[in-house]
């Protein structure tokens, strides 16, 4: 019997899955044995998938992959998957309409995340603005994409929709942040009643007192909502004298008022180790987008880019990861409190 259950979550038994070894040196968090899911040049005039989201659809899985061109620039593509591991591609980048059915292609698109709320999908992603800016579409039946509002003004990343309306509202994370390379900034969350009009801003999170974090933390996975509150994988950065490194940290949120952190594990979670991780167009990446989780058994797959260069798969139980971040949670006020001033 299961400690901690997954709420308002279907039951994936497809969802895919590896064993973990009996015993952990830190975090119960392990690597699919064939990682990286997908290699370099996967479709024709695409160079690298990377930070790419995926939910279960009608029986199967469908997601939304980051293609770096081989003009460099990012674009999202529509990916199809039995299994969730074996993925085929639309040759063709997604096509947006507008609200009046124009049809609208972004500058660029990139780190897009896919949330189901409700009986609609949302794409969500990093776009031009004037800069960049979090982009938003919807679609019931991935063929016609619509394009929203943009929910917020430059300069603005690392946007995560939750995957249901908390107290009638949409609530999505993002990550102000500068037209470079950011080298700050914290997690806040917006409520919206319509997906036009964004306000009651607050403050979840601040990069951490830890050194894994202490640069710049970012929302990742859509959060699960559980029995101890909305679980949340997210990205950590810390600024060595050799560049930025990206690890994955976990948090548990409130319930109702996802600003305030219950919980936040000191320790990240995953790390560049393994030469996907570490060796790529930007070494030391490990940045999560998606999990499949399956409310029955507690099972929990987190896909995450790895090294701006590949897409890596990793295992954890709803159980085993909520005593992890308990037992090793720190939190302070930044934290704990509703996040206005
Ligand atoms: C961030 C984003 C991510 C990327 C990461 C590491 O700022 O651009 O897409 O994975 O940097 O390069």
Redesign the pocket.
């Known amino acids: 019997m299961s400690k901690y259950k997954i709420l308002n979550s279907p039951v994936v038994p497809n969802m895919p899955w590896q064993d973990g070894p009996a015993e952990f040196n830190g975090a119960p968090v392990w690597r699919y044995s064939q990682n990286p899911i997908i290699g370099r040049n996967p479709l024709p005039g695409v160079a690298r998938i990377?930070?790419s989201a995926v939910v279960p659809y009608n029986g199967a899985f469908i997601g939304v992959f980051?293609g770096e061109q081989t003009n460099g620039i990012p674009y999202i593509y529509l990916g199809h998957s039995e299994d969730a591991i074996h993925w085929t591609f639309d040759q063709e980048k997604i096509h947006f309409v507008d609200e009046q059915g124009n049809d609208f292609m972004p500058v660029y698109a990139?780190?897009p995340r896919l949330v189901k709320v409700e009986d609609t999908y949302y794409i969500i992603w990093?776009g031009d603005f004037y800069g960049a800016a979090i982009g938003i579409a919807k679609t019931k039946d991935f063929k016609t994409f619509v394009r929203l509002e943009n929910p917020f003004l430059p300069f603005n990343?690392?946007a995560v929709l939750f995957p249901r309306k908390i107290n009638g509202n949409f609530v999505m994370f993002s990550r102000p942040s500068d037209s470079g390379?950011?080298p700050f900034g914290d997690v806040f969350i917006s409520e919206s009643p319509d997906l036009t009009y964004w306000g009651k801003h607050r403050h979840v999170m601040s990069k951490g007192n830890e050194w894994w974090e202490s640069l710049k933390i970012?929302g990742g996975a859509a959060p699960i909502e559980t029995s101890e509150g909305w679980l949340l994988f997210y990205h950590g950065v810390s600024g060595t004298c050799n560049g930025?490194v990206?690890s994955i940290g976990g948090a548990i949120l409130d319930i109702d008022e996802p600003s305030r952190v219950k919980y936040r594990c000191e320790t990240f979670l995953l790390t560049p180790e393994e030469w996907y991780e570490e060796r790529g167009f930007?070494p030391n990446?490990c940045?999560p987008c998606a999990t499949i989780h399956d409310s029955e058994t507690g099972r929990i797959a987190i896909y995450y880019?790895a090294a701006?260069s590949y897409v890596g798969l990793a295992f954890t139980t709803l159980d085993q990861i909520i005593d992890y971040i308990r037992d090793h949670s720190v939190t302070n006020v930044t934290d704990t409190e509703m996040g206005r001033r």
């Open positions: 990377f930070n980051r990139y780190d990093c990343r690392n390379h950011t970012g930025y990206y930007v990446v940045f880019g701006d």
